[in-house]
Every structure is written in C-alpha cells, then in structure tokens.
C-alpha cells in the first residue's frame, strides 16, 4: 500500500501536470488534405490576358494542414494552399473562426499560398486585373463561402489527428528556377547549355520532416523560391508545386508546400505540361535527396511571434492624374483609377504606407521559418538568413496577405514589373518608395528578436 504523502502527490499529478515538458515528451504532429477546387465556372486569378472563367481540371487545388505541437504543449497550424493568393480580409476571417474554434492565437496560425497561375481568384486579391461580371462576381463570392468552410475542415482535421512525432531539418537544392529579369525566355535552354544564366537565383530546398514513433515518415514541409507560371491555360491545376506533393505523397507522407521569394523567378523553359511535371518531379526528388541525409533533429520547443511591418508607398496620384488614368484603354490602370476616385469621393484619403503582417516561427533551437507576406523577390532570401540570428533560417512568401510585389532596393531603382508596375494590377496607389527592404528587414530582425533561444516566445 502506498504512503499517504505519497499517493496524494500521484493524485495532484494527475489532475495538475507540469507545465514543463517531462523528460523524453514528444512534439506531436497533425496533416490534413481538403480539395478545393472550384465546382462553377469562377475567375481564374494570374494572368490579366484572361477573358474568361476557369474551365475544366488538369489537377485537384488542395488545402493541406500541417499542425505542430511542442512538448509543452503550444501548438501552430499552417494551412497550404493551391491558391495564386489571399488578401488580409480572408487570412483574418479564417484565423477569427480557426483560433476561436481551436483556442489558438493569431501568431500560431499561418495561410501560405503556392503562387499557382491556374488557382482561382479569392477576395480582392488582383480584382482590378479581371473584368469581371455580376454573374462572376456571384459565382466567386459562393466559392468564397465554401472555400472557408474547406479550410475550417482542413484545420479541423489536422488539429483533431495530432499524434507523437520526431522532427528533424534537411536541405537538399534544385535548379530549374531562373531569374525572369536577367534572361530572356527564349534564351534560356540555350543559356542553360553554355552555363550562361544570369542573375540572382536561390536553388535551396529546405525541409522540415516529421516521423512517427516506428521510424515512419508521416509529414514533409518544404520550400522553393520560384513562380508556379509553367501554364497559362484555362484549367484548374496546381502548377509544379502541386505536382511535386502529389509525388511525395505517393510515399505516404502528406507533402506541403510554403513558396519561397521566387516574386522574380521563372520556372523556365516552360508553356508544355511535361515541364510542369518535369519540374514537379525534380523537386520531389530534391526534397527525397535531402531526405536521405540524417538532418538536424529538432530539439526544443515552438516559438511564434507576428507583427505588422509599416511599409512605406510614394506619394498618391492626384484625383486629375486618376480622371486622366480612368478614360485609360488599360483595363487594370482604368479600374483601379475609378476605385481609387471613389474613395476619395467618399471623403477618404489614399494610404501612403501598408500594414504587413510578418510573421516567424522557431521550431526547435537550431532553426526557425520566416513567412513574408506579398510576392517578395530573391535579394531577401539571399540576405535575410545571414542577418538574423541565433538560427538557420527558412523565409517563406506568399503567406497570409498577398497585396503586391515587394522589390529590394535593387529592383526598385531598376523599375520593370517587379519594381513598380505591377503595382497596378494590385491595385495600391503608387509605387514602394526605395527604403521598402530596410524597412521591411528591420521588421523582421526585431521580430526576431522576440524569439528565446529555445525556441518558445521571448519576454
């Protein structure tokens, strides 16, 4: 028979566990997969030459979850999807229903959209590209409501499955990324032969991979900075990141995908669907190769911090320079003129600086995910992980809040696409003024800060 003192003590453990995890406590790991492609015919969002809706399906469109839990028991859900982007709207409305569902906080929640070219329009992401009718308009906003109820059930699942797993961090490259700004198109195969491609190009491939108590893998986050642009045709398809899951996944272990800042980058050649799958297949293989290596088990615990980055945009255009822009034969130019007078005719003022959200995670002592809103180009992966500390770093876009192209200096000052134009399509008044990457990389590096070494959320 036990001693008294001692069976109480057993009772109060029982009822009152440690806050700290217990020698050899796990983190445990949840994944999901919810298709969501659209039933109707809805606006197909990436390229302002459409004329029409998306038709037919070459591949599903997927929301795949994948939910961290620490050996103390914090928990983050990143929900992947095969979507060209989603603007700040949507990412609050599905992290108010998730997090009050879940009991989880905003930092802990992550939207990471692949870029794929042949995803639907969501929200106002890009909607002065497209001349869009009532009808479409209809169609998309019934899309809308089911697309939250698909992600609500991503979350559900892969929260509601969490099991013990070890974590461990790989890297492994792939080169099919070219840099869209240095190198011709049609110069490129022979480029590629003579070893002559320009530009600056990241062709890493990091991996975060998760395997159950038996040594099965069960899980794989992984990266690539590169635009999903390898077709422009009419049917829903997830480009070559989602060929590259479903080639994982024919392993067994659900495959997800956070984008890198590929905003300047091309997967080139393309235009034929054997090099979407080509590309897809040579990710997969990558993610395999680095898979192969024995990584960097991840010890630790799960620190999660988000914060909003004020960046900073030129001077508006004046409501003559919009009269002027709205009798414009340029559809988008026209379009968001006419937007942009409406406010101003409602006695609003037109913004000069946008709140970003930034968001980081460290998973483990060792290393730690950066997501970056927008569509944000190389300079920034190149530059980030050698000026934040204490980790190897992994800088993911295209996450939470798609609202523009975000250029370094560099780019900026060389204009082009990329560099101010596109800010149009967007819909934003004006260009970012150049000191937008020291303001943005002074966001993150604070951000950072907030982190503790191992891992958990800083004082």
Not at 104 to 115: D, I, M, T, Y
Not at 240 to 256: F, I, R
Not at 338 to 362: E, F, H, I, N
Not at 416 to 436: I, N, Q, T
């Amino acid at each position: 028979m036990l001693p008294a003192f001692l069976h109480l003590a057993l009772l109060h453990l029982a009822f009152f566990p440690p806050t700290n995890p217990a020698p050899g406590a796990s983190w445990c790991v949840g994944v999901s997969r919810v298709e969501i492609t659209p039933t109707e015919a809805v606006w197909m969002a990436g390229y302002a030459s459409r004329t029409k809706p998306g038709e037919g399906k070459a591949s599903p469109l997927y929301a795949r979850g994948l939910a961290l839990r620490d050996p103390a028991g914090s928990t983050g859900l990143i929900i992947a999807l095969d979507l060209v982007g989603i603007d700040a709207i949507t990412s609050a409305r599905w992290a108010t229903a998730i997090g009050k569902k879940h009991q989880l906080p905003r930092h802990g929640l992550v939207f990471a959209c692949s870029h794929t070219h042949c995803g639907p329009v969501v929200g106002s992401t890009l909607s002065d590209m497209y001349p869009i009718t009532e009808a479409a308009v209809l169609a998309g906003e019934r899309y809308a409501r089911r697309l939250d109820m698909l992600v609500a059930d991503a979350a559900d699942k892969a929260l509601a499955g969490l099991f013990p797993a070890n974590l461990a961090w790989h890297a492994g490259t792939c080169g099919f990324a070219v840099n869209r700004r240095n190198n011709l198109e049609a110069e490129v195969e022979s480029l590629k032969k003579a070893g002559t491609i320009r530009g600056p190009i990241d062709h890493t491939v990091p991996v975060l991979a998760a395997r159950d108590m038996r040594g099965k893998m069960v899980a794989v986050l992984f990266g690539y900075a590169c635009h999903a642009t390898t077709l422009s045709f009419q049917e829903w398809f997830g480009d070559w990141p989602g060929v590259a899951c479903e080639n994982l996944e024919a392993d067994g272990a659900t495959a997800v995908f956070i984008a890198g800042c590929g905003a300047d980058q091309n997967p080139l050649p393309r235009r034929r669907m054997e090099l979407a799958q080509a590309y897809g297949r040579q990710l997969a293989d990558a993610v395999r190769g680095a898979l192969g290596d024995a990584g960097t088990p991840v010890q630790g615990t799960l620190g999660m911090v988000l914060d909003r980055v004020e960046l900073p945009l030129e001077a508006p255009p004046g409501r003559d320079l919009l009269v002027e822009q709205s009798q414009s034969n340029d559809k988008a130019l026209a379009a968001r003129a006419r937007r942009l007078m409406k406010v101003l005719a409602d006695g609003g003022a037109l913004p000069t600086r946008y709140s970003a959200p930034v968001q980081a995670w460290a998973v483990g002592e060792k290393n730690g995910l950066v997501f970056l809103p927008g569509e944000v180009v190389v300079d920034y992966a190149l530059r980030l992980p050698a000026e934040l500390p204490g980790r190897r770093w992994w800088i993911g876009s295209y996450c939470n809040d798609v609202m523009a192209y975000i250029p370094s200096r560099r780019v900026r000052r060389e204009g082009g696409y990329e560099g101010d134009k596109s800010m149009v399509y967007y819909g934003l008044p004006a260009a970012w003024r150049e000191e937008v990457e020291e303001v943005l990389v002074s966001g993150v590096q604070r951000l950072v800060g907030k982190l503790a070494p191992g891992g958990g959320q800083g004082k």
